[in-house]
């Protein structure tokens, strides 16, 4: 059964710190999305990454940073965490770039005070 | 860049009910549109797609329709049952991402 794990299902972390969210994928896929969820505003693209060491910039890239080091694991940061940022981070994994179907995660919901 | 833009918000049906979700896109070059289930507490989860060479798919009770010209595209899913209730998510690729919808909350009263 193919599985993307978030390491975190609840955080709550205070403005400024640095916050890590970390997910791996057991499924050998090369493509990797880090999601964004807010009420009425659907999933945005943070950050994706096509192969380990790479990364490319979503559709708000602000305030985050990633990391790939690994084919199966790939970091979202939160260099300086604000209120903002309070939100439902989804992670997810394809085999086919683009039209391949996304495996996700059940979510890390992160709460900065 | 391409937007996409889906209604309902919200939809609440009688079980045995159909359900209707429509989607617009704004990008002509679009080609492939998934819809994704998301239940409480869990990840969304690809149910139906449907390229830009088909104009319509079905899988059981669902259903996706594509309409090139209008630039839109709809799930349907027949005799609604309350494992239905979730949140829907229709999406779009164009060029190198998926882009979504802001989603709706099926709620199917038994």
């Known amino acids: 059964d193919v599985k993307v794990t978030q390491s975190s299902r609840y955080l709550v972390k205070r403005t400024g710190e640095k916050v890590f969210l970390e997910c791996v994928q057991d499924m050998d896929h090369e493509n990797m999305f880090w999601y964004r969820q807010d009420p009425g505003l659907g999933l945005r693209l943070i950050y994706f990454?096509?192969?380990?060491?790479?990364?490319e910039k979503g559709d708000i890239p602000e305030g985050y940073s990633v990391s790939r080091e690994k084919k199966e694991r790939f970091s979202l940061i939160l260099e300086s965490a604000s209120t903002n940022q309070t939100s439902m981070y989804l992670c997810?994994?394809?085999?086919?770039?683009?039209?391949?179907?996304?495996?996700f995660g059940e979510g890390s919901r992160l709460t900065v005070l | 860049g391409e937007n996409v833009e889906q209604h309902p918000s919200t939809l609440s049906v009688q079980e045995g009910d159909s359900a209707v979700i429509k989607c617009t896109y704004s990008?002509?070059?679009?080609?492939?549109f998934p819809w994704y289930k998301q239940e409480l507490g869990k990840g969304p989860q690809l149910i139906i797609d449907?390229?830009?060479?088909?104009g319509e798919k079905k899988d059981q009770r669902i259903a996706v329709t594509l309409n090139k010209t209008a630039k839109h595209f709809s799930l349907h899913i027949t005799e609604t049952q309350p494992e239905d209730s979730a949140v829907y998510f229709c999406?779009?690729?164009?060029?190198?991402?998926?882009?979504f919808g802001t989603g709706t909350r099926l709620q199917v009263f038994p």
């Open positions: 999406a779009s690729y164009n060029t190198d991402k998926l882009i």
């Open positions: 449907i390229r830009s060479n088909v």
């Open positions: 997810a994994s394809s085999l086919n770039a683009g039209t391949g179907e996304l495996f």
């Open positions: 990008d002509s070059a679009s080609n492939y």
């Open positions: 990454s096509y192969d380990v060491k790479m990364k």
